[in-house]
C-alpha cells in the first residue's frame, strides 16, 4: 500500500504512535502533527496538502543540486543492479569508492588525498576523532590527546559527535562527555565584538582565545583543533577573514592538528569546492558528508591530510575501525554523478561569481533595513538574518528565540522554507537558486518579516 491511500490525518496519527523524530519534543508534535513533505522538484518541496515550498535550506543543508534529478535515481538503479553491496573490509574493494576517492583527492587542498568512508556527518566525525587521537599514539605521544573546540560548534549527535559539539542543551542531556575536548569562544563579531573593535582585530582575538586553551593545557596534551569553517548550525557564523590564517599559524606553531568540519560548508556552497579553499588554509582532516551525494544518499567522506595517513600507512598497523557502509558502492555511485552534476554545472563557479555576490546584495538591498533586522551576512549561499526588537542596541524579543520562530513560521506560510535557530534565521538554499530564486526569496522573505513585525510589536 503506498502513502496515498492514506489521509494526511492517518499519517500524522501513524508517524504519532511509532516515530521518534530527530531534535523534538515528542509530546508537542504529537499535539501539533507533523508536516508531510511527500515530493519535491528543481528548488521546490511540497507537502500532502499540495502546498508549494521554496526550500531555502536545501532539505538540511545538503540538496546542492536541488530536487529531482533523475541521473542519480539512474545511477543508484544501475549500481543496485550490478551490485547492491559490497564491503570494504578484508581487503576487499568496489569500483565506485575507488573512483570517487580518487575525484575528491583531485578537488581537496593540495595536501589532502585520502578517504575514509560512513554514512553520516557524526559518524565521519567519530573517525576524525578516533584518527587524530591515534595519529599521536603512534607518534609516540599518547598523552596528546586533548581537543579544543568552540561553543556553538556543531559536530554532530552520538557521543562525540555531542562532546565535540559546543551545545549546551545537548551537552546537559550527555550524562557523561568524551574526556579532553574544551570549547573556547565562537568567531560571532555580531554578538562578541568589543565596541569600536574592528572585524580583523576580533577574528585575531577569537583565534588567540585557541592559543590561550594550547597554552593553559600545555601544546604537549593538545591533539588538535576542530572547527566547521562558517558555523552552520550555530546561526551561520562567518568568522573575518583574519581567523582561519591565524588559527592555522597557531595550530602549525605548537603542532597541533588543524581539523575542519565541512559538512555543512563542503562542495561548493562558500563558492569553492571547499571552505578550506576560501579561508586558503590546509587542514588535516576535513569531514564532508550532506551535499557530496546532494542528501540523494547518506554518505560521509573523511578526507585525510598526507600528514595524517603517511604516518597511518607507514608506522600505524591496522587501525581497528570501520563501518559495514564504509565506501558503499550505492552511496559512492550516486556521490560520484552527484560531483559530475556540479561541475558540468559550473555550479561552483556559479555561487562564487554570480548567485553568491547577488544574494549577499539582496540581502543587504532588500532585507537588511528592515526594522526588525539587526544584521544579515553571507557567503556563497549560506546566509543569516539576526532578528531583533531593537537595531541600535541589538536588544532581542523575550522569550528568547521566540521571535524568529514567529518570521519562521510567517515565511512558511508564504511559501518559503527557512529555518530560525536561536534568534537567528539562517538559509542555505541549494546551488541552482538564479538570480530569480534569490528575488524570490527575498520577497517572501519581506513579507514574512513584516508580518512577523506586526505580531511581535504587538506583544
Ligand atoms: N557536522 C556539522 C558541521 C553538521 O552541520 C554534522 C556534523 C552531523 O552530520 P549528520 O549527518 O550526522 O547529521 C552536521 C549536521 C540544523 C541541523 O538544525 C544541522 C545538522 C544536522 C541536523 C540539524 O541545522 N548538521
Known amino acids: 500500500m503506498t502513502y496515498q491511500n492514506y489521509s494526511l490525518k492517518q499519517l500524522q496519527q501513524i508517524d504519532a504512535a511509532h516515530h521518534l523524530h530527530p531534535f523534538t519534543d515528542h509530546k508537542e508534535l504529537r499535539e501539533a502533527g507533523s508536516r508531510i513533505i511527500t515530493h519535491a522538484n528543481g528548488p521546490f518541496i511540497y507537502d500532502s496538502e499540495g502546498a508549494e515550498l521554496l526550500d531555502g535550506m536545501a532539505g538540511l543543508w545538503c540538496v546542492n543540486i536541488g530536487y529531482g534529478r533523475d541521473e542519480l535515481a539512474e545511477a543508484a538503479y544501475a549500481q543496485m543492479k550490478e551490485l547492491p553491496y ?151 557564523k562567518i568568522p573575518p577573514a583574519s581567523y582561519w590564517p591565524e588559527v592555522q599559524r597557531i595550530c602549525r606553531k605548537y603542532d597541533v592538528l588543524l581539523m575542519l568540519d565541512e559538512v555543512i560548508t563542503g562542495y561548493g556552497r562558500t563558492g569553492e569546492w571547499f571552505a578550506a579553499q576560501t579561508f586558503g588554509i590546509e587542514p588535516d582532516t576535513i569531514t564532508t558528508a550532506k551535499a557530496l551525494t546532494s542528501g540523494y544518499q547518506p554518505l560521509s567522506a573523511l578526507l585525510v591530510g598526507d600528514r595524517i595517513t603517511s604516518t597511518l600507512v607507514e608506522k600505524g598497523g591496522e587501525f581497528h575501525h570501520g563501518y559495514t557502509y564504509s565506501g558503499h558502492p550505492v552511496a559512492c555511485a550516486v556521490a560520484l554523478k552527484n560531483l559530475e552534476i556540479i561541475e558540468q554545472e559550473g555550479l561552483v563557479d556559479r555561487v562564487r561569481n554570480d548567485t553568491g555576490p547577488y544574494f549577499a546584495k539582496a540581502l543587504q538591498e532588500r532585507i537588511a533595513g528592515h526594522d526588525l533586522v539587526g544584521e544579515v551576512r553571507s557567503i556563497g549561499l549560506m546566509g543569516a538574518i539576526e532578528i531583533v526588537k531593537d537595531k541600535a542596541t541589538k536588544e532581542r524579543f523575550l522569550p528568547s528565540g521566540s521571535a524568529a520562530v514567529t518570521v519562521r513560521d510567517h515565511a512558511i506560510a508564504n511559501g518559503m522554507m527557512l529555518r530560525a535557530t536561536g534568534d537567528t534565521m539562517i538559509l542555505s538554499p541549494p546551488l541552482i537558486w538564479t538570480r530569480d530564486t534569490i528575488d524570490m526569496a527575498c520577497e517572501r522573505i519581506g513579507k514574512a518579516l513584516d508580518l512577523a513585525q506586526a505580531d511581535l510589536r504587538k506583544r
Open 86 to 236: 559490497y564491503n570494504s573490509f578484508f581487503k576487499c574493494s568496489t569500483p565506485t569508492p575507488v573512483l570517487l576517492s580518487k575525484k575528491l583527492a583531485e578537488i581537496a587542498p593540495k595536501n589532502v588525498n585520502q578517504v575514509f568512508y560512513g554514512s553520516s556527518g557524526s559518524e565521519a566525525n567519530d573517525t576524525a576523532l578516533r584518527l587524530v587521537r591515534h595519529y599521536w599514539v603512534i607518534e609516540g605521544k599518547p598523552e596528546k590527546n586533548r581537543v579544543i573546540s568552540r561553543k556553538m560548534a556543531y559536530h554532530g549527535s552520538t557521543i562525540a559527535g555531542t562532546s565535540l559539539g559546543g551545545m549546551d542543551a545537548m551537552h546537559k542531556q550527555l550524562n557523561g562527555a568524551v574526556p579532553n575536548i574544551v570549547h573556547v569562544m565562537m568567531p560571532y563579531a555580531y554578538e562578541l565584538a568589543l565596541p569600536g573593535e574592528s572585524d580583523h582585530d576580533f577574528g585575531l582575538r577569537a583565534a588567540k582565545s585557541v592559543e590561550d586553551a594550547i597554552l593553559e593545557a600545555g601544546a604537549d596534551k593538545v591533539a588538535a583543533f576542530i572547527g566547521e569553517p562558517v558555523m552552520g548550525a550555530g546561526g551561520v
